[in-house]
């Protein structure tokens, strides 16, 4: 079995990853603030990743200043995974990162401009990497990029998009990150396309939520047209919205 450091093991996306590698008997050593290690200044970095077989960057590093780099800092953070990772020998590094957000009409977007970052630093990093890209997970129906949960009513986006639950991401990432022959570059989405206004609505329901949802414009008009569907190469992984749903609820 293997030793693999989980950057972001509490996140979203990370903690399902680490879950699954432990039910399949590896050691997983979480690396975040909480586990006493610093992706801005490296405190705890080493000792982390020190006899790890692979790294799995699902880590959101943003700085705690909202004036700061916002693209150097996370990148930052990535870059620093990658420098330790190959001063101490490990092998294999999977990072977590977004579809289509080389796509100009996200130019101006610091967070996707930072994802491109990351992933150049870890086609360039000698390692044996892959880079899974996905879709925007069933969970971004409450996410503050895009909703604002206010206390008498749901302001959403209108995003149109593709979802894939954390879940199935999750699933691939541990599987590749221990498979002997994993490609470069991953690309995953769910089956189905909705307004996220919609599936905000939905999740809201499900929940007996009552409060109203208001569709707003999205910031980048590109993404009410779908600049965030699934790539044609993509891997369409279920569950399907209904079934998210149902298993949000039992």
């Not at 603030?33 to 020190?50: C, F, I, N, Q």
């Not at 294999?92 to 150049?120: G, H, M, T």
């Not at 329901?205 to 414009?217: F, Q």
Request: charged share 20%; aromatic share 4%.
């Amino acid at each position: 079995m293997s030793r693999i450091a989980v950057a972001g093991a509490t996140g979203t996306a990370g903690a399902k990853i680490a879950a699954r590698l432990t039910a399949a008997g590896h050691t997983v050593v979480p690396v975040s603030r909480s586990a006493g290690v610093d992706l801005h200044t490296g405190e705890g970095l080493k000792e982390a990743l020190a006899g790890a077989d692979a790294v799995i960057d699902a880590a959101n590093a943003f700085p705690s200043d909202p004036a700061a780099d916002v693209v150097g800092t996370v990148a930052g953070a990535t870059r620093l995974l990658l420098d330790t990772a190959r001063e101490l020998g490990v092998p294999r590094f999977v990072l977590v990162s977004i579809c289509n957000i080389e796509n100009p009409v996200f130019d101006q977007n610091l967070y996707y401009v930072a994802k491109r970052e990351q992933e150049k630093a870890v086609a360039a990093s000698g390692l044996r990497t892959t880079i899974v890209k996905t879709t925007q997970w069933h969970e971004f129906a409450t996410n503050p990029a895009a909703v604002v949960l206010g206390d008498t009513e749901v302001t959403v986006g209108d995003w149109l998009v593709q979802p894939v639950a954390a879940d199935a991401v999750a699933d691939v990432v541990a599987a590749l990150t221990v498979a002997a022959d994993a490609p470069e570059v991953v690309e995953l989405s769910g089956p189905e396309t909705i307004r996220l206004p919609e599936l905000t609505r939905r999740l809201l329901a499900a929940r007996g939520d009552a409060r109203p949802v208001r569709t707003v414009p999205a910031a980048v008009p590109a993404l009410a047209e779908g600049a965030q569907l699934a790539p044609a190469a993509a891997r369409i992984v279920g569950p399907t919205i209904e079934e998210w749903l149902r298993a949000r609820t039992k």
